[in-house]
């Protein structure tokens, strides 16, 4: 069994689609993702509308989560500056994130 794992997009849908036509050279038999799939990139909502066509599983990465639970992700004490950072990266993405919808309905 060829088993393809993609990770890391955040919302790059060039990207995605030059994975998409390069899986197409090879023969896999299944292709899972690994998160990280919005946050930063323009286009997450159509990253993730191609991801659910294709009907590939995975699993949520830690820039998903942060945008996904964001609320509550606010109300947590933050302990360390890096996780700080974190927040202060994508913080203007999870609006974006949120407002473009279907983020995490892959089901």
Request: net charge neutral; with cysteine.
């Amino acid at each position: 069994m060829r088993l393809a794992v993609i990770s890391d997009i955040h919302g790059n849908l060039t990207a995605l689609e030059a994975v998409i036509a390069d899986l197409k050279t090879v023969e896999v038999d299944l292709v899972a993702h690994g998160g990280d799939l919005v946050a930063n990139g323009a286009r997450p909502a159509q990253v993730i509308d191609i991801i659910r066509e294709l009907g590939w599983p995975g699993v949520c990465g830690n820039t998903d989560e942060m945008l996904w639970r964001a609320r509550a992700s606010s109300r947590t004490r933050i302990e360390s500056s890096f996780e700080r950072w974190l927040i202060t990266l994508f913080a203007p993405a999870a609006g974006r994130g949120r407002e473009a919808g279907r983020l995490f309905r892959l089901r």
